[in-house]
């Protein structure tokens, strides 16, 4: 498999919370979630989360592991938490979460795990694009977003708008009804999207965070398979470049209303699969 990626901060004076990682048996594509202003008894921020799942989710990605890949993500939740089990209040609605992107070769299979609102694009030869997300947090913010998308961003009332949304969207976080992310409770895994293509039907993947998906599922500036048609011509940097360009003709928010006007933004691109 030959992967090829690019990762951009939404803000050049913020960590970079998207994690993504390959290794000759898998890649993995983290997005992680918080928000500074909001409470939160984890002291290690969410960019730290990020790293720590993925590493431990590649980890769980050797070759002599032949688990289903709920289970690998369950055991990669709950080595994180123990890492800072001592000293953070994981229970808290406010600790550091993440969506979950993992793509692995299982002999004549490409196996794919997704858990919230990443995305995760496969070309198939002779169908459509396969789209896989989890659309529940979206139809969770569909009840509490109606004041922040009204206002101008980058206002201070836009900026309280937000935060007052995510701690509307922390009461529903990773329970019945609501939506599910990993955090510090391994049973999120068995809330994940899974299955599997033979490889021979797929000649691409890619994987995104929301912050690059955004140019087809908010701007609608192409569809998913031109976004697979600039990553194959071009590569991962330069549709985060048009992401950017997007983004940057629209700061207030009028044409494409949405939380943060930059977010971070990460694709992997993964080809030469069979």
Request: hydrophobic share 40%; net charge negative; glycine share 8%.
């Amino acid at each position: 498999m030959r992967v090829t990626m690019a990762t951009s901060p939404g803000r050049p004076d913020q960590h970079n919370e998207d994690f993504t990682a390959a290794t000759p048996y898998g890649v993995v594509l983290l997005d992680g979630a918080g928000l500074s202003g909001t409470p939160s008894r984890c002291s290690h921020g969410v960019a730290w989360y990020t790293r720590q799942l993925g590493g431990a989710l590649l980890a769980g990605l050797a070759p002599n592991n032949r688990q289903m890949l709920t289970t690998v993500l369950a055991d990669a939740i709950n080595q994180t938490a123990s890492l800072h089990a001592g000293t953070c209040q994981l229970d808290d609605p406010g600790t550091p979460s993440a969506t979950v992107i993992v793509l692995r070769r299982n002999r004549d299979q490409l196996e794919y795990l997704v858990l919230a609102d990443s995305v995760l694009l496969l070309d198939q030869a002779d169908h459509a694009p396969l789209v896989v997300s989890d659309d529940r947090e979206a139809d969770v913010g569909r009840l509490y977003r109606a004041t922040m998308d009204g206002l101008t961003n980058g206002t201070p009332e836009h900026d309280q708008a937000r935060r007052d949304y995510v701690q509307a969207l922390r009461a529903h976080r990773n329970k019945p009804g609501g939506f599910w992310v990993a955090a510090a409770d391994p049973s999120a895994a068995d809330e994940a999207i899974v299955g599997s293509r033979p490889v021979k039907d797929v000649t691409a993947a890619a994987l995104l965070s929301d912050g690059a998906s955004r140019l087809t599922d908010i701007f609608g500036l192409t569809d998913w398979a031109g976004l697979l048609a600039i990553l194959r011509d071009r590569g991962p940097a330069e549709l985060i470049r048009q992401v950017r360009a997007a983004e940057d003709s629209d700061l207030d928010g009028g044409r494409w209303p949405r939380g943060k006007t930059h977010d971070d933004a990460t694709a992997t691109y993964c080809t030469h699969i069979s």
